[in-house]
């Protein structure tokens, strides 16, 4: 057993058999339809939730888990992995990690740190498998946090909304509300810098679209790692993965969908390609 304990949030959206695999413990957020409240991939699922997300009369509304639940992990833990390292989404954009200090501040017997990712889905997700990993392979908690502080300078995302209404909707464009009045059929491209949401370019068709991005993953310098993310759009996900598979190897590249929680502020149709460059 590791020693150290690696948990995270859903936004990370790692495909459930490697959270298996690296024994990481994922605590869901949460997504509200009217007053219906769901925990984010154990109680809607995707599919689920993409219907909803078109056909319910109530726009949908998020939030981080409850710093009580993180507490209660926490606590079950601590007995068993004196040493948790809790590794979440963008602070500046979600309460995720602030209610995971709180909870940490009420669990004397074991030492639990805190690191912010400045990234969301598997930007985030990169950083826990490698954190993971690292855990099972004996490293200390001091020598994976190091090894974070230096690959998040090096994890990127960008991604491809097939509409700006849903970011609209849920205001967390920021800078990326410079998109917004464009040509109604273009295809924006964002991107996260340093915790906040950028806008990349605009793009006239989805074709153009998936080809830039494509473009803009292999100038960024070498691949370590790769996975394309999609939002009810797995036939966009999949052409994604092709294309890189033509360079890389295909059963090193990760194909995940997007859970509720982020679903919410992209919309369905959205591809996104998470990745780590290596040193130069």
């Known amino acids: 057993m590791a020693k150290v304990k ?7 959206d790692i495909p459930q058999n490697i959270l298996d695999e690296l024994d990481i413990t994922c605590v869901p957020c949460i997504v509200r339809f009217g007053e219906r409240e769901y925990r984010d991939k154990v109680e809607l699922t995707t599919q689920e939730f993409y219907k909803l997300l078109t056909s319910s009369a109530h726009s949908p509304a998020t939030s981080q888990p409850a710093s009580g639940e993180f507490e209660q992990i926490y606590r079950d833990l601590a007995p068993s992995h004196p040493e948790i390292l809790s590794i979440h989404v963008i602070g500046a954009l979600s ?32 950083l826990v498998i490698l954190a993971a990993r690292a855990a099972q392979a004996g490293n200390s908690l001091d020598d994976i946090l190091a090894m974070l502080t230096d690959v998040r300078e090096r994890v990127h995302i960008i991604g491809m909304l097939n509409t700006l209404e849903y970011a609209q909707r849920g205001g967390r464009l920021g800078k990326g509300a410079a998109l917004v009045g464009t040509l109604l059929n273009v295809k924006p491209l964002i991107s996260i810098v340093r915790g906040e949401i950028v806008p990349v370019e605009n793009v006239r068709t989805q074709k153009r679209a998936l080809e830039r991005l494509v473009e803009i993953v292999y100038g960024s310098g070498p691949i370590q790692h790769l996975a394309v993310i ?15 598979a033509q360079t890389l190897p295909e059963d090193q590249i990760i194909l995940t969908e997007t859970g509720p929680v982020l679903g919410t502020h992209t919309g369905p149709g959205a591809v996104a ?5 290596g040193k130069y």
């Open 273 to 277: 390609v998470a990745w780590v460059t």
């Open 95 to 126: 309460g995720t990690l602030n209610s995971a200090r709180l909870a940490a501040q009420n669990i004397p017997n074991a030492r639990i740190e805190l690191f912010d990712t400045f990234q969301l889905s598997m930007a985030q997700g990169w």
């Open 6 to 12: 690696i948990v995270t949030d859903s936004l990370a």
């Open 230 to 244: 999609h939002a009810d759009a797995r036939r966009d996900g999949w052409e994604l993965v092709q294309k890189f």
